[in-house]
Every structure is written in structure tokens, then in C-alpha cells.
């Protein structure tokens, strides 16, 4: 059974800074990794998806890298802003709809 | 990508009642999901809605508690039944349009008083 780990599980920063947020699995059988982004009370917004065959995808400030043989993944935000204070979750796919898991996530606090 | 809208976005519920969620998507699609999101916790799948055919329901959910309908490719709906404090929580309606990407809603969080 896949698992999924987020951490560090909270995360406050001064505006401006580079920060990593990481993402394990214990399965490396997968079909891609989707990090989103999840503000307080709302539903979830994707970021980016990375391919099983890929190692990393870019979209304006954010980075996400994989090493599908280490289980691991990070989200890597460049000179980050209030505005990225939310909650992230990454989603692992090993195969289908059914075999979607995702973490708990990593609160993300940017202060200005 | 897909749009897609969910009612209500909230709603406070009395314990014993029921609610019915809607989700539209803004193009036709095989399969919707429905997830549950506790507070403080991951999403976990509740069912598979497919058109034309009875919702497929993870372990630990059952139709006479989460009953969905799914009139057309581009509809459905959730329903909870017989709320208690415990149903408190964000229902989240996803698609996957092309077997690759999911796509969610903005949610519906829901609280049981």
C-alpha cells in the first residue's frame, strides 16, 4: 500500500525567502506525482504534474522536482510572497483513480 | 483543464438532516470523484460516479449513507445522509479528464451541529 509523507508539516518564513517543501512515497511503481495547492476551507488547486518518466516541471516561481528511485519529491518556491501562504499536498499516482494517494500536506506561512 | 462548481460552498447542517451537493463540470467526462477531507486530514475517495451506471464506492463507504447520482456526463451530485458531528467536513468533486491530470472543485465544507 502506498504511503505518502509531507514534511515538514508547518512551515513560516519571512517574505522573500527560497523554500523546499518535501514529498516521500514508499512505492516507486508510480504513474506521476500532482502537487496542489489548498487555501483554508476551499478545494484544491493543481500546480504542476510531473510524469513518472520526467524528473522535473517548472510554472513561473515553482519547481518540482522527482527521484522516482529515492521516493521522493520536493516543491521548490522561489522569493516567496504572502500571497503563497496555504496548504500544500502532494498526490501520488500509482495507477488509475483508485490508487490516487495523497498527504496530509505542509502549511505554508509567508510573512510579510 | 476543467472548471468546475460546486453548491453549496458551505453549510451548517443539523445533526439527523440531510444535504445534497452538486458538482458541474464545464465538459462531458467519463468518471467524477467524490473525496472527503476531515479536518487536519488527507483526502480520502469516497466513490466513483460513472453515467449510466451505479457509483462505485471505496472501503468504508456505503450508498445508503453517501447516495450519488449522475444524470449526465457532465452532473452529479452527492448526498449525506443522516448527518452527525462526525460528517463534518470539506466534500471535494474531482474529475480526470484525461487520465492523467485531476482536476477538483472548490469544495463544499460542510459543519454538523
Known amino acids: 500500500k502506498q504511503e505518502v509523507t509531507q514534511i515538514p508539516a508547518a512551515l513560516s518564513v519571512p517574505e522573500g525567502e527560497n523554500l523546499v517543501l518535501n514529498c516521500s512515497f514508499t512505492d516507486s511503481a508510480i504513474y506521476n506525482l500532482q502537487w496542489f495547492r489548498q487555501d483554508p476551507g476551499k478545494g484544491l488547486t493543481s500546480l504542476l504534474l510531473i510524469q513518472s518518466s520526467q524528473r522535473e516541471q517548472t510554472s513561473g516561481r515553482l519547481n518540482a522536482s522527482l527521484d522516482k528511485s529515492s521516493g521522493r519529491s520536493t516543491l521548490y518556491i522561489a522569493a516567496s510572497q504572502p500571497g503563497d501562504s496555504a496548504t500544500y499536498l502532494c498526490?501520488?499516482?500509482?495507477?488509475?483513480?483508485?490508487?490516487?494517494?495523497f498527504g496530509i500536506g505542509t502549511k505554508l506561512q509567508v510573512i510579510p | 483543464s476543467a472548471v468546475i462548481s460546486q453548491k453549496p460552498s458551505r453549510d451548517i447542517c443539523q445533526r439527523g438532516t440531510s444535504l445534497t451537493i452538486q458538482c458541474q463540470v464545464d465538459s462531458q467526462v467519463t468518471m467524477m470523484f467524490w473525496y472527503r477531507q476531515q479536518p487536519g486530514q488527507s483526502l480520502t475517495l469516497i466513490a466513483t460516479a460513472n453515467q449510466g451506471s451505479e457509483a462505485t464506492y471505496e472501503s468504508g463507504f456505503v450508498i445508503d449513507k453517501f447516495p450519488i447520482s449522475r444524470p449526465n456526463l457532465t452532473f452529479s451530485t452527492l448526498t449525506v445522509s443522516n448527518m452527525s458531528p462526525e460528517d463534518s467536513s470539506i466534500y471535494l468533486c474531482?474529475?480526470?479528464?484525461?487520465?492523467?491530470?485531476?482536476?477538483f472543485g472548490e469544495g463544499s465544507w460542510l459543519t454538523v451541529v
Open positions: 498526490a501520488v499516482n500509482s495507477g488509475g483513480y483508485q490508487k490516487v494517494t
Open positions: 474531482s474529475v480526470d479528464l484525461d487520465g492523467n491530470t485531476i482536476y
